[in-house]
């Protein structure tokens, strides 16, 4: 007769297997204040819309209505695509059992949305970029959600206090739609990227304290826009021609490609251009948020000059330039700049 042996399961992966998003936030904040639960609460539901988002796309292509345009163009002037739509009202349905969550801006809606039920007692606001890279979705490529947290300070409908700078970030992260759902958030305690499970259904730790390392060999660029940008952007991209070491890598989705510089490192430019002098990417739904989770992972964003987290809005969906990286590399960028405006005194 045979007797049954049973398997040793390593123990760290069965810790691995365990550690969920909830109790990292929980283990993070090392706490199970009141404050640490509503953070904790916020991520599994701003998880939840992942999956729900990840869900939608991965049978994109086998549905009807779930791709193309909507005929209808937002307030920033841009095409929508059904994904938008659809990421957009995900969230906001995530949120409104939340009793968290009074109040969610995105990139995708004019003015925000307040959940009447949840106001009294909501002290959030979630800002968000549903589906960041939309040019991607029809063709199958890697799309992402941008998110950030903000304590609310007003209860009734008033924006004024969303134009601050974004170091009053509570935690802000994105989901990556690539080969796998990736989830990476910063709670002000390093950086931390989680991987869906679908078969459990539950974002399982990845990598702990992620850090970006200070120099790398991506850029990452449209160079379609060269003869739009400054010169010096221009003497910056023909440096990167001249010297060996440097790689371009430019996906169309900003979630994907920070993702790659903060694990290989490098730097990714968004500069302002001839059309469009302050850049395409939002502040709010898009900069602040990234620039608060590679600051978190040792790395630098600034719109050229001026820290990112620095920066205030002066509206809702204003817009900067972004160069976002490894310290070094961003530094580079900058000491270009630097010098064409010392040229031009
Ligand atoms: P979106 O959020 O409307 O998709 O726009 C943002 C995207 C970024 O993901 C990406 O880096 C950039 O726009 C690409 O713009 P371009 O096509 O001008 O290079
Ligand atoms: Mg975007």
Redesign the pocket.
Known sequence: MTSFQPVAVPECSLDRDCTTLSRHILQQLQSFSPEAQDLSAIMTRIALAGKLIARRLSRAGLMADVLGFTGETNV?G?SVKKMDVYANDVFISVFKQSGLVCRLAS?EMDNPYYIPENCPIGRYTLLY?P?????NVDINLNV?SIFAIRQQQVMNEDEADLLQDGKGQLAAGYILYGPSTMLVYSIGHGVHSFLLDPSLGEFILAQEDIKIPDHGPVYSN?E??FWQWDEAFRDYTRYVHRHEGYTAR?S????G?VHRILMQGGVFL?PGTVKKPEG??RLLY?TAPLAFLIEQAGGKASDGTTRILDIVPDKLHARTPLVIGSKDDVKLVESFIEDRKNREN
Request: aromatic residues 8%; glycine residues 18%; negative net charge.
């Open positions: 920033q841009e990139e970029d589906i960041d890279g939309s040019s992402g449209n379609g826009n430019y169309g989705a900003l979630v490609d968004y395409k990417l898009e």
